[in-house]
């Protein structure tokens, strides 16, 4: 659990020195946790062990299983952070770009009763002289609908590299001459997430036990002339900025503004649960990442993502790197998930 006590000391310093993270429906009070904050804070780093991160978590929280409701189950996938072979500037192969959030991309005040252009829903929207209206998707933004705007981070060579960036949130980019780059997420275009492994195995093209993000890649390579449609099928559209934090960082910075640590980071519906909480998973069917037995781990609350949604549902962080992208590309798992809260 050292692992476990590491990522949730950052978020308790990230929330002691800016404020309290937005609080879940599912979850305490922010002022709950101010001593338990304190508590890790003071912890020593260098002296974490599995025994006494084991002792911290024991001593401050009780635990609460979460009852994802009559016939429904929880569920996990996983992600990673990509290294992605890409330039600085367009030249030869190297023509699809990772773009910067355009300026008059807002957030949306409630996107649930959102004002008149704009569906409900809708997260991001763009700010025009008339008002808000809906954000060009995924098939526009290629087709150039931000083009001529300065707006490109880097170029990939392969339009796959850019779109599962976009599924993962983060990368790093490698300039093949010694330097490099990470991004990370910035703004979405507003439009609903929709996977293209769902749609492949609808359509029988993948069995849904052979689902995975290398079975996916393949058939996009493989089907060149179809490629497009489908991606095109995911109308969301993710924008990126420059990161800027050291190369000895164990992750990219996630939503909760912390870097994330491998195998202990997890995503989760921010409006139900609150960046910080630890999570007790279980999913007996997953194999644990680094070792041959049922994935049983303690995860810290630090990032979200469009597709994650419910009570009990979450997104493993599994690293950085082609191992990690192995782990994290087939895992769709059941899995049960118990909350952490403090005693207070």
């Known amino acids: 659990m050292a692992g476990a ?10 929330a002691l020195k800016k404020g309290p993270y937005k609080q879940g429906s599912a979850s305490p009070p922010p002022e709950s946790l101010i001593t338990v ?5 003071v912890t020593d780093p260098l002296r974490i062990t599995n025994a006494a991160a ?39 192969d190297f023509v699809h770009p990772f773009l910067r959030r355009p300026p008059e991309l807002v957030k949306v005040a ?7 252009g704009v569906p409900k829903g809708f997260a991001f929207a763009l700010q025009t002289g008339e008002g808000l209206v809906e954000s060009p998707d995924r098939q526009a933004v290629d087709q150039g609908a931000f083009a001529g ?17 976009q599924v993962q949130g983060s990368a790093r980019l490698d300039f093949g001459d010694g330097s490099g780059m990470r991004i990370g997420y910035a703004a979405k275009s507003g439009h609903p997430f929709t996977g293209i492994g769902r749609i492949l195995v609808e359509r029988g093209e993948i ?20 490629a497009d449609a489908l991606m095109w099928e995911n109308r969301s559209y993710i924008f990126f900025r420059e990161i800027e934090i050291p190369d000895d960082a164990p992750g990219p910075i996630g939503a909760a503004d912390v870097p994330l640590e491998p195998g202990r980071s997890l995503a989760v519906d921010r409006l139900i649960h609150s960046f910080g909480t630890p999570i007790f998973v279980s999913a007996p069917n997953l ?4 070792a ?45 998930f118990t909350l952490l809260f403090p005693r207070a």
């Not at 194999?287 to 680094?290: K, P």
Request: no cysteine; hydrophobic share 35%; net charge negative.
């Open 5 to 14: 006590l590491r990522a949730f000391r950052r978020t308790a310093i990230h």
């Open 37 to 41: 904050y304190e508590a890790a804070r």
């Open 54 to 92: 084991r002792t911290f978590f024991e001593t401050y929280f009780d635990a609460y299983r979460v009852e994802p409701g009559e016939g429904a189950e929880g569920k996990v996938t996983a992600y990673y952070e990509p290294t992605v072979e890409a330039r600085r500037e367009k030249a030869g």
């Open 110 to 116: 409630d996107p649930d009763t959102p004002p008149e």
């Open 149 to 165: 705007r300065d707006l490109e981070i880097a170029w990939a060579r392969d339009k796959a590299d850019v779109f599962f960036t």
């Open 207 to 226: 069995p849904q036990a052979e689902i995975s993000m290398q079975t996916i890649r393949k058939w996009l390579a493989d089907h060149p002339d179809e």
């Open 287 to 290: 194999r644990d990442f680094d």
């Open 292 to 336: 041959p037995k049922p994935f049983r781990r303690l995860m810290i609350a630090q990032d979200t993502g469009s597709a994650i949604v419910g009570p009990a549902r979450g997104d493993l962080y599994a690293g950085g790197g082609d191992r990690a992208g192995e782990l994290a590309g087939g895992v769709n798992a059941v899995a049960s």
